[in-house]
């Protein structure tokens, strides 16, 4: 007999302060074969440390071998569904981590899923060492979630790894090891959630966790999303520390993975990109490297911020909404027939600000560039339609097909010094699109204090995006 891994829907719990010996999971309840009780791993520390203290454990005596008895604490149905790591035991204890499936109120024990000893402790029960239920895993929890993917829990199945608002370091470019790059695998979907206090309230806006590798010199992907699965990673900020190659890196093919309001920052600049592969992003933002979004992502209300390619697309794959500034090129494609559309985007302050080439781009504004619209060539796929021109040295050049084209005589944005790309009310500027029923990267009153903004070229800060509306 050996340890065995859990099989069941879990939640994760990470937080700075946590520690990577806590309980830190409980089942989820999306999962229909046990039951789950009052969650107790959002906090700093475990809700019942065994060992070290007045609470003691033993394994259960005979050929019950998957329970424990425990001292000076007194079990309930609350209990049900959370994890106990056991980190310390004797000859015939698996350490590990275990699901509590059942409890036993007249012989205070808790049951888990699997056994937890062997056949050596049916004559004498073996006392726990130490132990623990509940509490969050710590700052390195990203990497020790990864590692424990397919020898805690069977083929990566996690429901949501909840990762509370808070800095946390890549400290190893290895994979999958406490402090280092996570790779998420296996068959199962998997959601990385930040969250601010209280899982869920980061939508309002509120503060991000912020994974970065700091001057560790880390030089590889950040978050590797290998799961045959779709997945998704919400609500988190990836600093590169100048040195990562990869914020988020999809799959070759596209099975759904998803990604939003996620920043990614500071990258390696001759390579590195902030979302590559297959890849759905709304509402996230790139600020400085070589790459934004690249090779078939598809980008909905998206900013990227001084990098060499804004948004670099291949077939198929559009963007919506989406801003590029102080890039060399904003807007760009790989392939080399006809590709998905980009539409009410913008691009301002860039080298060229849409290169065209097989892409037809719809309703969509450059100001500020060198060239506000390229093509190769003069691509016969390559079109514009209802777009808008204001302060570029060239407007556009070598179109195969141009409808609508507006120059404006005036700037359209309310403060773009301060990257604010709302319209204006000016009357040769702002005005004359919003009477063309445009709308550019705009939103509602509830929502205007983190509009499309992001920090100037350059900066190391990175406003949080609040929720973009755009209209037709």
């Not at 071998?65 to 609350?78: A, E, G, K």
């Not at 004559?123 to 130490?130: D, P, Q, W, Y």
């Not at 980061?202 to 991000?208: L, N, S």
């Amino acid at each position: 007999m050996a340890y065995a891994a859990i099989s069941g829907w879990l939640d994760f719990s990470i937080r700075a302060d946590g520690n990577n010996e806590n309980g830190g999971a409980i089942i989820s309840a999306a999962d229909e074969t046990y039951t789950r009780g009052v969650d107790r791993t959002l906090s700093a520390t475990p809700y019942v440390a065994i060992g070290g203290g007045s609470v003691t454990a033993v394994c259960t005596t005979g050929g019950n071998r998957s329970s424990i008895i425990l001292t000076n604490f007194s079990v309930s149905d609350d209990d049900l569904g959370n994890c106990v790591q056991i980190v310390t035991a004797p000859s015939g204890v698996f350490t590990g981590l275990y699901l509590i499936s059942s409890v036993d109120t007249d012989a205070n024990s808790w049951g888990f899923s699997k056994p937890c000893r062997d056949s050596t402790g049916d004559a004498s029960a073996l006392g726990i060492t130490t132990a623990n239920m509940g509490g969050a895993w710590g700052a390195t929890g990203p990497g020790f979630y990864g590692s424990k993917q397919d020898v805690w829990f069977d083929d990566g199945q996690a429901f949501i790894l909840w990762i509370r608002a808070g800095s946390y370091e890549m400290t190893s470019t290895s994979v999958n090891v406490a402090g280092g790059a996570l790779q998420l695998t296996g068959a199962s979907p998997i959601t990385i959630q930040g969250y601010t206090a209280t899982p869920g309230d980061a939508i309002d806006g509120g503060d991000r966790p912020v994974i970065d590798v700091a001057s560790t010199g880390f030089t590889g992907k950040m978050v590797d999303i290998a799961a045959t699965s779709a997945c998704e990673i919400n609500d988190v900020i990836l600093d590169g520390g100048g040195t990562a190659t990869h914020g988020v890196y999809g799959k070759s093919s596209a099975v759904g993975d998803s990604a939003k309001s996620v920043s990614v920052r500071d990258l390696d600049t001759s390579s590195g990109w902030g979302f590559y592969y297959p890849i759905t992003a709304i509402n996230c933002d790139v600020d400085g490297a070589y790459g934004g979004y690249g090779h078939a992502s598809c980008v909905v209300n998206c900013v990227a911020n001084d990098c060499t390619y804004g948004f670099r697309e291949a077939n198929r794959y559009v963007g919506y909404g989406c801003i590029a500034i102080d890039c060399s090129t904003g807007f760009s494609n790989t392939s080399t027939t006809s590709t998905g559309p980009y539409v009410y985007c913008v691009a301002d302050g860039c080298g060229t600000g849409f290169d065209v080439n097989t892409k037809t781009v719809y309703r969509s504004i450059a100001t500020n560039c060198t060239t506000g619209y390229d093509s190769t060539a003069g691509s016969h796929y390559s079109a514009i339609v209802d777009c808008v021109g204001y302060g570029n040295t060239t407007d556009h050049n070598d179109i195969a097909v141009e409808i609508n084209f507006t120059t404006l005589a005036a700037d359209p944005w309310e403060n773009r010094s301060d990257n604010d790309y709302r319209l204006n009310d000016s009357a040769s500027g702002g005005q004359i699109l919003r009477s063309k029923g445009y709308a550019y990267p705009t939103q509602t009153a509830a929502t205007d204090a983190n509009a499309f903004r992001t920090a100037a070229s350059g900066s190391s800060t990175v406003v949080t995006l609040g929720p973009v509306q755009i209209g037709m």
